[in-house]
């Protein structure tokens, strides 16, 4: 069922290892596990209430908030030992450079040194979704872009 709702093919471990390591060696990939949080701790309001129309100051305010709040299962400074608690997703960002209007006869544009990010989220499992997860996710997956990577824009 998950396979179909996500448009995925069932992999070997071979592939699927096979397919880890082209992402990890992607530099255009960017890839981020979305896990929901156990609701121990009080982690402030939803991230729908920090949206508003812009998306930047929401980004930097959703890190702020989180950065404020440790992890219930890393306040120790450890992560926790099942790792895979609490997986609702992931979120993804692919890159591609920006290109310039044609200013030649030819019709080619000239690579401006920017780059352009596509986003996705999937929140695979069903008990997470219609939750603000997949907002939180991208607001932090942009905010991790424009601290990180200078030449998205």
């Known amino acids: 069922d998950l396979l179909e709702q996500t448009c995925s093919e069932s992999l070997t471990l071979e592939e699927e290892m096979a397919n880890q390591q082209s992402w990890h060696d992607d530099e255009r990939k960017i890839t981020f596990i979305v896990c929901a949080r156990d609701g121990s701790a009080d982690n402030g309001p939803p991230a729908a209430a920090l ?3 812009d998306t930047v100051p929401a ?12 992890c219930s299962g890393c306040a120790s400074g450890t992560p926790p030992a099942d790792l895979t608690r609490n997986m609702a997703g992931d979120v993804n960002a692919f890159l591609s450079e920006i290109i310039s209007d044609p200013q030649d006869d030819e019709g080619e544009g ?7 990010a596509e986003l996705e989220v999937m929140i695979a499992d069903a008990s997470h ?12 997956l942009i905010h991790f872009l424009l601290e990180r990577m200078p030449a998205v824009s």
């Open 110 to 116: 000239q690579p401006t040194g920017e780059l352009s």
């Open 59 to 70: 980004a930097a305010a959703m890190a702020a908030r989180l950065e404020a709040h440790a």
């Open 51 to 53: 949206s508003g129309a």
């Open 129 to 140: 979704r219609r939750r603000g997860l997949a907002e939180e996710a991208l607001l932090l």
